[in-house]
Nanobody, 117 residues
Framework: QVQLVESGGGLVQPGGSLRLSCAAS????????MGWYRQAPEKQRELVARIASGGTTNYADSVKGRFTISRDDAKNTVYLQMNTLKPEDGAVYYC???????????WGQGTQVTVSS
């Protein structure tokens, strides 16, 4: 079993920055993909960014150039640096990991990000 613990959410003014962290613990030998999704009220959950074990990254078009995803495999932790935040970035952000093969995928409990003046 794998547990994900997210941190770093909160309230920030438009144009500000936040850094989200998600630490995975449990029976983990390696993690293939780590990522972040978000879900705003009355909207579907959407991919924000993900990073594979080789370093390949994917971003939603709406966050390209503003958000940066990174990972520390020694700590089984994924980070999301969010800059130049906009009100429309406000949502619950969920950490996601896919261990690879048949080892399954896991979700964090979510952390609230609110962008408002």
């Amino acid at each position: 079993q794998v547990q994900l613990v997210e941190s770093g959410g909160g309230l920030v003014q438009p144009g500000g920055s936040l850094r989200l962290s998600c630490a995975a613990s449990g029976t983990i030998s390696s993690i293939y993909v780590m990522g972040w999704y978000r879900q705003a009220p009355e909207k579907q959950r959407e991919l924000v960014a993900r990073i594979a074990s080789g370093g390949t990254t994917n971003y939603a078009d709406s966050v390209k150039g503003r958000f940066t995803i990174s990972r520390d495999d020694a700590k089984n932790t994924v980070y999301l640096q969010m800059n130049t935040l906009k009100p429309e970035d406000g949502a619950v952000y969920y950490c996601y990991v896919y261990l690879g093969g048949t080892r399954g995928d896991y979700w964090g409990q979510g952390t609230q990000v609110t962008v408002s003046s």
